[in-house]
């Protein structure tokens, strides 16, 4: 539950637990609802910006005093709802509890296919996997032998864009924040190379190190000071995805860009995107991304916690890099 909205850098205390008694049945008002046990539970980092009052701009604050709302996979309990039915395992937008009453029902998904994990319904085949494809195939328009750059990269959304990247045919290269992930992106995702942003200084030196010829797209996850670097070392008619800004969701001063001069004349093509807006791509990404899954294509890596208990560290841990790919609490197992 959120305790009050966050006016300085989130901690763990912003969230209290709580328990509360409640009947397992949809109440009888509420018409097309359905109850749901929750499974796993998903911490993005846009969560962040609606824990603060009128921040966010990635959909409506929480509110105080009552759960966080969040992306899960769940399995029904009770439904009003004609589309879902008892035993069904759904995704999508529920709230960080043990159950819940979704009323709302148009984020929620069925699981079609249970051959893989579970837990992959809040990444690489959920919201954040729709967020690699839809943002490095419909906003990049990437063609072989271009030269990609990724920050957060080994994150949930970043590996994935990574892989997706070098199956394009191109050169990428991934920054992360420890000496770890930057061997994950070298040795289990495929980068061609990576760094270790923290120990670069000059992002602006480090980029022309890692690009002497520039960069054609780059997919930024960070914002911020990485950004403007970045801006400095595209290619003519680069693209840029500007899929998320985490550097910037927990600081009271939002970072100014100071090369954005550089979008003009190197006719760049930066473009902003939410991924809900692309949900009518779901069918085509899910085929997609689970042929590559099942042909051993491609590879995912998870940072479970255990226990509703743990979500509020998981979620803060975001923040400074303690999750090491994708970040999932896991509330039940079945
Ligand atoms: P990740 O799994 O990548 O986790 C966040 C990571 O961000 C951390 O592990 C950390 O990695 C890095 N990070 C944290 N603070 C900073 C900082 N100050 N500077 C640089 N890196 C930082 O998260 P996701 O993959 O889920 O999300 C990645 C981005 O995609 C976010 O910006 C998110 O908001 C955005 N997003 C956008 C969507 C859309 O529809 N546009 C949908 C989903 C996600 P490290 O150790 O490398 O620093």
């Known amino acids: ?32 609802a359905v109850l749901v046990k929750n499974l796993y539970l998903s911490c993005d980092p846009y969560m962040r910006t609606r824990m603060s009052f009128l921040q966010g701009s990635y959909g409506d604050s929480f509110t105080p005093a009552l759960p966080l709302q969040g992306y899960g996979v769940a399995r029904v309990l009770d439904s009003s709802h004609p589309n879902f039915k008892k035993g069904d395992l759904v995704w999508g937008m529920t709230a960080w509890e043990e159950y819940t009453i979704i009323t709302s029902t148009e984020r929620l998904f069925k699981v079609q296919h249970m051959d893989v994990p579970l837990s992959y319904y809040t990444g690489i085949l959920g919201m954040p996997g729709a967020t690699a494809y839809v943002g490095f195939y419909e906003i990049c328009s990437p063609k072989q032998g271009e030269t990609v ?19 394009s045919g191109c050169y990428v290269v991934g920054s992360a924040g420890s000496k770890h992930k930057v061997d994950l992106l070298k040795n289990k995702f ?5 760094f270790n942003y923290k120990e670069e200084p000059d992002f602006n030196a480090a980029l022309k190190r890692y690009f002497p010829n520039g960069i054609d797209i780059y997919f930024d996850n960070v914002g911020g000071k990485m950004l ?46 939410l991924v809900p807006d692309y949900y009518h791509l779901y069918p085509k990404f899910l085929d997609t991304v689970l042929t590559l899954i099942k ?22 841990g975001l923040f400074s890099g303690r999750n090491i790919g994708k970040q999932v609490v896991v509330v039940s197992r079945e």
Request: aromatic letters at 6%; proline letters at 2%.
């Open 228 to 273: 403007d670097a970045v801006l400095l070392n595209m290619r003519l008619h680069g693209r840029i995805s500007a899929c998320g800004m985490i550097s910037q969701y927990d600081v009271q001063e939002l970072e100014g860009v100071k090369n954005l001069f550089n979008v003009v004349t190197k006719r760049i093509r930066m473009e902003g995107f």
């Open 1 to 32: 539950i959120l305790r009050d909205y966050v006016k300085a850098s989130a901690k763990e205390s912003d969230m209290i637990l709580k328990t509360s008694t409640i009947t397992l049945k949809v109440p009888q008002d509420c018409n097309g």
């Open 295 to 316: 042909e051993g294509k491609i590879t995912y890596l998870e940072d479970i916690a255990e226990g509703l208990e743990s979500a509020p560290s998981a979620l803060i």
């Open 190 to 194: 495929g980068f061609d190379d990576a």
């Open 149 to 167: 750059f990724i920050s957060a990269a080994s994150g949930a959304v970043g590996q994935l864009v990574g892989q997706f990247a070098k199956l």
